[in-house]
């Protein structure tokens, strides 16, 4: 019975760690991209990777409190795993995802890209990530900056 509890306990704890940032996650690029123009805002992804320290820290000091109040309801924001999986393209087709990382040059996690509804990068993007001290604000710079917010 020992046992058992042991891997029920292994398993919740695995689930919870998938689960823990609470931040929305896509493997569909295309689906991503059409939710945002409806809408009208712009599409932000947050490419990670798993084991990665930076994105743990970024998601601890910043970002899951953030998407939990509601404060990045201004863009329709994201998680993309920089992992061994195929995703969904801006045109529907299958691509893995390194070669997605490799498309748009992101070399390090965490990495924030700002997106348009074709996957054109429509403002400078975050590489990343070393304490919360002013990335909130290039954040929303990056979200104003691709003009389909307006700060006021």
Same mark, same amino acid.
């Given at each position: @019975?020992?046992?058992?509890?042991?891997?029920?306990?292994?398993?919740? !704890?695995? $689930?919870?760690? #998938?689960? #823990?940032?609470?931040?929305?996650?896509?493997?569909?690029?295309?689906?991503?991209? +059409?939710?945002?123009?409806?809408?009208?805002? /712009?599409?932000? /992804?947050?490419?990670? @990777?798993?084991?990665?320290? %930076?994105?743990?820290?970024? =998601?601890? &000091?910043?970002?899951? #409190?953030?998407?939990?109040?509601? &404060?990045?309801?201004?863009?329709?924001? $994201? =998680?993309?795993?920089?992992? &061994? *999986?195929?995703?969904?393209?801006?045109?529907?087709?299958?691509?893995?995802?390194?070669?997605? +990382?490799?498309?748009?040059?992101?070399? /390090?996690?965490?990495? /924030? !890209?700002?997106?348009?509804?074709?996957?054109?990068? !429509?403002?400078?993007?975050?590489?990343? %990530? *070393?304490?919360?001290?002013?990335?909130?604000?290039?954040? !929303?710079?990056?979200?104003?900056?691709?003009?389909?917010? &307006?700060?006021?």
């Amino acid at each position: @019975m020992g046992i058992k509890l042991l891997a029920g306990m292994l398993t919740a !704890l695995l $689930v919870f760690e #998938a689960f #823990a940032s609470g931040l929305p996650k896509t493997t569909d690029l295309r689906q991503s991209a +059409m939710e945002a123009k409806s809408g009208s805002k /712009v599409l932000v /992804v947050y490419v990670t @990777m798993e084991g990665c320290p %930076y994105c743990a820290k970024l =998601e601890a &000091d910043l970002l899951t #409190a953030a998407y939990g109040k509601g &404060d990045l309801d201004i863009a329709h924001f $994201v =998680e993309l795993e920089w992992a &061994d *999986q195929q995703i969904k393209d801006f045109d529907g087709s299958k691509v893995s995802a390194a070669s997605f +990382m490799e498309q748009y040059g992101v070399v /390090v996690t965490p990495t /924030v !890209l700002f997106l348009g509804s074709s996957g054109e990068e !429509l403002s400078e993007r975050l590489v990343g %990530y *070393q304490s919360a001290d002013f990335y909130w604000q290039y954040l !929303l710079e990056g979200i104003e900056q691709a003009g389909l917010w &307006d700060a006021d």
